[in-house]
Every structure is written in C-alpha cells, then in structure tokens.
C-alpha cells in the first residue's frame, strides 16, 4: 500500500489503472454470476450468493462498482465542463453505439442460426419488434423461437435492465446541476434522503428493490467525488473496511455492505495500491462491451451443447469468446469516438 492517510482529491487528475482492471474482473463476474441460473436453472446461484446467505452475488457486486465508478467520473467530467451538450453527447457515445453494434449482431446471429423460426417469420414477427426497443432502452429481453431447448428459453440478453436505469442517473444528475444541487451543501441534506431510502426498501419487501441499489451507489460515487476533499485515504480505514465488507456478507448483509463500503473499497484500491501496468489496464476498455456480449454468448454456447452444460465449462468458454467479441466491438466502435 503506497500511500499511509492522504486526501482523495489529491487523485482528482490521476487516471487510475487499477480502475480500468477492477472493472474488467467486474465484468468477468457478471458472466461467472450467469453461468449458474444459465446452465442449472434459476434456484442455483454463484458462490459468492451462497457465502452471503443469498444477500448479494457476483453480479450486483459487480453493478454496484459499475455505478458507483460512473458516478464518480461522470459528476468529475460535468462539473469540470460545466457544458450540458457536451455531457449528453458524452453519455450518449457511451452507451448506446456500443448497444445498438451488439443489438445488430445478435438479432443476426439468433435469426441465422438459433431461432426454430424462418428467416421472414423472425424478422416479421412482433416479438422482433420488441425486442428493437432495446435500441431506445426498452428492454425486452427475447427473441421469438430462441434457445427453445436452453433453461431459459427466448432470452437473449439479461443484463440489459440495468442500461436504463444509468441513463436516467446520468438525466437526474444534469438536472441536479442545472438546480445547482450538485454541491457540499446540498449533498449532505441527499445523502440523508439516500440513507433512508435504502433502509426503507431494505425493510419493506419491494419487487423493485433491485432496480433502486444499483442508483444508490451511483450517488455514492458523486457524493465522494464533491467530497473527495474532506475523504481521507488511509491503510488502516481501509483495512477496516474490507474485514467489515466481508463480515457483513458472511452475516448475509451483502447489500449493507455493497452500500457502506464498495465506493471506500473500489477507490482505495483505485488510486492507493500499487499500480498495475498499461497493458493490464488497457482490459478496462472492453469491459462494457464484455458486458453487452456476455450473456447471448453464453446462451449460444449452452444451446451448441443442447440446452444444458456444466457451469465451468460454460465460464471456461464463454469468458475468452466474450473478451475477443468485446475486442472486436470496443475496436470497431468505441475506439476513435
């Protein structure tokens, strides 16, 4: 650990290797996560869910450090443009060429190979209409005639829900700016509101719980960077905090901890541990398009083998196949914007 107690502002203009690399594994645990419900059905969940007491998995770990890391940089990147074009276009870039790229080829590769429909009945079909909402953030997730022998027959990509639910943190951050909100004075009144929200959905039983987690960390990573002054650094607060992470997700409080102690973690290991090199960084890069891919092809994958594979087999597969797809889509898209 380089640094003993420094203020995290001292980091305000570091681009953070270590950043890219944790959010490359992130995206490698959300196709880990899958793999489960994917390959045996959905009452079977990773390891990390059964360690936690089914609080928390590999997968919403992986969401909350996405989130938090975008609200963190996306409040740096507004409040230092001060330029509200300038930050829709940037967020539009971000999210949607890469979806609308991975949109296309799965719509191609499942009607070519692994719908039961003919061609014209799949491209003419309602539920292929459908399923272009996605290209507006609509998800619908199935295709009609798709992996009809797979667990989870029609669905070709899962991990779309959580596309819009960033779009609208990205909208009701500018509107907050424009409020003049999006400030110390403010922030502290929010972080009591966020508080109790997360306490109220926590104790009352909502379907929608899962939607609202992934915004609460987002605001954590804004509130962090508006505070990253007054945000000491140190070896002992974040030791501290990674044996309370870890108990709080053996106790089967995985949320309480995914809340209190991702944004300290995730940064600390950011900005404060030795940094990897260029290489390894540069994994960073791929990991929305890692993302975006993961899941169809898993679900290709399980389909080749009939409907049902071993989960290690699956990650085994799925996981250089994603990473060699996301390459090609970070390098045909996202590279020269």
């Not at 594994?25 to 390959?39: D, E, G, K, T």
């Not at 607060?237 to 089967?252: E, K, M, P």
């Not at 300290?264 to 975006?292: E, M, R, V």
């Not at 409907?307 to 699956?314: D, E, F, K, P, R």
């Amino acid at each position: 650990m380089e640094q003993n107690s420094v203020s995290l502002k001292k980091f305000e203009s570091t681009r953070s290797n270590n950043l890219n690399l944790v959010k490359f594994i992130a995206a490698l645990f959300v196709i880990i996560s899958h793999a489960y419900p994917l390959c045996k059905g959905a009452e079977y969940n990773d390891i990390l869910s059964d360690l936690s007491r089914n609080s928390i998995a590999f997968g919403s770990l992986a969401v909350a450090i996405f989130f938090m890391s975008s609200g963190f940089f996306v409040t740096k990147s507004l409040l230092k443009s001060k330029n509200s074009k300038k930050y829709l276009h940037n967020r539009f870039i971000r999210i949607f060429p890469p979806l609308w790229f991975t949109l296309i080829v799965c719509i191609l590769v499942c009607g070519l190979f692994f719908s039961t429909y003919s061609l014209g009945k799949y491209f003419l079909s309602i539920g292929f209409f459908k399923y272009c909402l996605n290209f507006i953030l609509i998800p619908i997730h199935n295709l009609p005639g798709v992996f009809m022998n797979n667990i989870y027959p029609g669905v070709v990509n899962g991990p779309l829900w959580t596309l819009p639910i960033e779009f609208v943190c990205y909208l009701v951050l500018l509107l907050a700016y424009k409020l003049n909100l999006v400030n110390k004075k403010s922030y502290k009144y929010v972080a009591l509101l966020v508080i109790v929200a997360f306490l109220g959905i926590n104790l009352i039983p909502l379907s929608i719980k899962g939607y609202i987690q992934p915004c609460f960390l987002f605001f954590w990573g804004s509130f962090y960077w508006i505070y990253r002054d007054k945000i000491t650094m140190k070896n002992t607060y974040f030791l501290i905090s990674l044996v309370a992470f870890v108990l709080l997700i053996v106790l089967g409080y995985g949320q309480v901890a995914s809340f209190l102690f991702i944004p300290y973690l995730t940064l600390y290991i950011a900005f404060c541990l030795p940094k990897c090199n260029n290489h390894l960084a540069s994994l960073g890069n791929l990991s929305y398009d890692i993302y975006l891919c993961g899941w169809p092809i898993q679900q290709m994958i399980i389909s080749l083998f009939g409907g049902s594979m071993l989960v290690g087999m699956n990650i085994l597969i799925s996981i250089p196949l994603s990473i060699l797809v996301g390459y090609i889509t970070y390098s045909l898209v996202e590279k020269n914007m």
